[in-house]
């Protein structure tokens, strides 16, 4: 890695673990250049302001999280088992990545994120809505508001990385009950309570 990759790569390390200990709202870009080791000027030579890191760290743990998804998709199988497979890769990123992982799942990141970073996370969210759409289409995942749906969903998996970052001791088990727990909101064979 060249020195300015090097330093770049710094900097981003740097920007998520003080995002994390202060918000991305409340971090001035000299607590980052610091924790990276480099002065003011050498963050903005690399990034031309704040928003820019931000949306710099916000795609590349999308990015990686995409690309883990994408990894460990599986093909040809029903939705009950593509559905597994994510949930597994979710709560897998989540615990090898966990400052990524809040990062991500735990800030807002409206008021920077650039269209980049929107279309990044869009794509994502797409990703999903389409999952829930040909499981539909298949009769394997109940009927309805598709986007409802992966929010329920989504919210429920988020919930559970959270509480594990908060202490909450789960084993495989455990985590399978959850898995479960969340198929059942997607399942169609589950009567709509």
Not at 103 to 131: I, K, N
Not at 149 to 162: N, T
Request: aromatic share 8%; hydrophobic share 45%.
């Amino acid at each position: 890695m060249t020195r300015a990759g090097g330093t770049r790569a710094a900097l981003l390390e740097a920007a998520l673990a003080v995002f994390n200990e202060r918000t991305y709202g409340d971090t001035p870009v000299a607590l980052v250049a610091d924790r990276a080791g480099v002065s003011v000027g050498t963050l903005y030579r690399h990034f031309p302001s704040k928003e820019a890191l931000g949306n710099a760290v916000y795609r590349l743990w999308k990015e990686r999280l995409a690309e883990r998804l994408a990894a460990e998709r599986v093909d040809d199988a029903s939705a009950e088992a593509v559905f597994a497979a994510m949930f597994r890769t979710f709560v897998g990123f989540a615990a090898d990545h966990p400052e990524a992982f809040a990062f991500l799942e735990l800030q807002q990141h409206e008021g920077y994120l650039d269209l980049d970073s929107r279309t990044t996370s869009t794509s994502m969210d797409e990703m999903a809505v389409d999952f829930v759409r040909q499981g539909q289409k298949a009769g394997e995942i109940r009927a309805g508001d598709p986007q409802m749906l992966v929010a329920l969903v989504y919210g429920a998996l988020v919930g559970l990385v959270k509480a594990r970052r908060g202490g909450l001791v789960l084993d495989e088990a455990d985590l399978e009950a959850g898995r479960a727990a969340c198929w059942a909101l997607l399942d169609n064979d589950r009567p709509a309570e």
